[in-house]
């Protein structure tokens, strides 16, 4: 069946590093791919997508590529601030919005 | 843009009661509700999704006379926890969507059994 692993969080950083959270994916077909942020005592919102092989989502500095080889969706930022500090969620669709979660990453990111 | 709105954001209540969330879609017409359970540094986990006018569909694993849901209109969805048990305990998000626009997320609720 479809599923998604991602790393363990927490993530704590210093403000300005890069950030990397990798996320794998196993699924039947071409599914499309998410990133969705939940920052504290809100819901979760969409950080960014991709539909097919090769795209790169991108959205508020953070981006990520559709990886059909390696059948990853790494989310990446080159420059973290403390007010990124949030529960970082991949996600793939394979249709009618149905979306399969992974465990979820915690970023801290400290001034 | 488009706001799903969930209520109540925390309730507790007592071992064997009933209670019910409301999941509305306030400014567009949710052909389709999903209801996932979130435990603490978990994943969301699909419970069952519902369609507007017929039966929700469960996921493998989830009671379907425990969590009772219902669609009744475009904009409105509940799932009722019935009997509940302490460890119904839980976080409980709805999401929704037309599918024309992405899916919209509520805020949760965060359920307590005592």
């Known amino acids: 069946g479809n599923s998604v692993t991602q790393m363990e969080g927490p993530v704590t950083l210093s403000e300005e590093a890069f950030l990397t959270i990798n996320c794998t994916y196993t699924a039947t077909g071409y599914p499309s791919l998410f990133w969705y942020v939940q920052y504290p005592g809100e819901g979760l919102q969409l950080l960014l997508k991709a539909t097919k092989a090769d795209d790169k989502g991108s959205n508020k500095g953070f981006e990520a590529t559709y990886r059909k080889e390696t059948t990853s969706f790494h989310l990446e930022k080159g420059s973290v601030q403390v007010s990124d500090s949030a529960v970082y969620f991949c996600a793939l669709s394979g249709g009618y919005n149905k979306l399969i979660f992974g465990a979820g990453t915690r970023l801290a990111v400290h001034p | 843009g488009a706001v799903v709105s969930q209520h109540p954001s925390w309730v507790i209540c007592k071992s064997g009661t009933s209670v019910k969330i409301e999941c509305r879609s306030l400014d567009f017409q949710a052909t389709t509700m999903f209801w996932y359970r979130q435990f603490p540094k978990q994943s969301l986990m699909l419970m069952a999704t519902s369609n507007e006018g017929s039966k929700a569909t469960y996921e493998q694993g989830v009671e379907k006379d425990k969590f009772l849901i219902n669609h009744a209109s475009l904009t409105l969805s509940t799932l009722t926890v019935t009997s509940a048990h302490p460890e119904d305990s839980s976080f409980y998000i709805c999401?929704?969507?037309?599918?024309?626009?992405?899916?919209?997320f509520g805020n949760g609720t965060r359920l307590t059994v005592t």
């Open positions: 999401s929704a969507t037309d599918f024309n626009s992405p899916l919209h």
